[in-house]
Structures are given as C-alpha cells and as structure tokens.
C-alpha cells in the first residue's frame, strides 16, 4: 500500500489527469443520454482544468514552497531559493486553471497558455539536464517529464475540441466582453 501510495503522489500529473478522466466520466453518467460532442468535450475540458491545473499545480505549490528539500531531491537538484518562485508561480497557475473550470473561452485559453509555456519550458530544462548532467532522477526523466510535454498537448486539443463541438460558445463570450 505505501509503494502505491509513493507512485501516485510521486507521479501527481498522471494521478491527478486520471482523476480528471474519472471525474468527466461521473459527471457524464449524470446527464441524460445521448451526450453530444459538446457536452463530452465540455466534460473532460472542465475536469481537466480542474485536476490537471488547478489541484495539480495547488499540489506542486505545496510541495517546492513547503517541502522543498524533497521536492529539489525527487528532481535531482539541490535545493534552491528559486524553488519557493517556481512555487508561487505554480500558486498562480493553480488559482487560473480553478477559475477556467467553469470560466469562458478566453480564460480557459489563458488558463491553459500559460502553463504549457512553462511546462514546455521545464521538459527543455529536463531534457538539457538529461544530455549534460546525466541526471535520470523519476522527477526529472520520469513521468513528469511525459506529462510536462503531452499534457499541455491534450488540454489545448480539448479547448480545440470544445470550442469546435459548439462555435456559439466562443460567440457568447465575445459578445458579453465586447457589448460593455
């Protein structure tokens, strides 16, 4: 039980993305039947927000702000006073991605561009310290490094996806924001 209970907090965007499917799946089996694409891709881009941004990025807070010698270690670094901005930044992220779960278009664009800027960005990081230090730590060359590269991918081609099933979504909140 510990191991298990060690993989899925040491793999948090992989355990907290499949929460986000499980959530969708629930929210959908409460909805009449049929479901259309809209409401599908409304299911799983809601959840994802919410788990693989907002609890996902809440838990990485925690974790390089309040623990973080186990964090700098997990990645394979030393510990650092940058961890405590890699932290508040991820805060930034977390209270963003909680507020597109049932926010408009354009905050789930932004909920979403901004992390995968810096997700992409920290899978270059990983990458380079792959190739120069060698460092192969499961927080530097594991999971994490998948999830920082495919997760971005996956949530911008829900938004795609969402957007594309209902286009007057993206027309009412231009509507609202430009008729003030």
Avoid at 118 to 136: K, P, R, T
Wanted: hydrophobic fraction near 55%.
């Amino acid at each position: 039980m510990e191991q298990a209970i060690r993989f899925l907090l040491s793999n948090f965007t992989l355990t907290l993305f499949v929460g986000g499917l499980v959530a969708s799946l629930v929210a959908l089996l409460r909805l009449p039947r049929p479901w259309n694409h809209a409401t599908i891709a409304e299911a799983l881009l809601s959840w994802f927000l919410f788990f693989s941004l907002g609890v996902s990025f809440l838990y990485n807070f925690v974790m390089h702000v309040f623990f973080s010698e186990m964090a700098a270690a997990f990645i394979g670094w030393q510990a650092s006073p940058f961890q405590k901005e890699v932290g508040f930044a991820s805060l930034g992220f977390s209270v963003v991605g909680f507020m597109a779960f049932r926010g408009g278009a354009g905050m789930r664009l932004a909920a979403l561009v901004g992390p995968a800027c810096f997700l992409w960005g920290a899978a270059a990081g990983h990458v380079q310290q792959m190739v120069e230090a060698h460092n192969f730590a499961p927080g530097n060359a594991g999971v994490i490094f998948y999830t920082d590269l495919l997760l971005p991918a996956f949530g911008l081609v829900l938004l795609w996806m969402r957007y594309r099933a209902d286009p007057r979504a993206v027309t009412d909140v231009r509507a609202s924001v430009y008729s003030r």
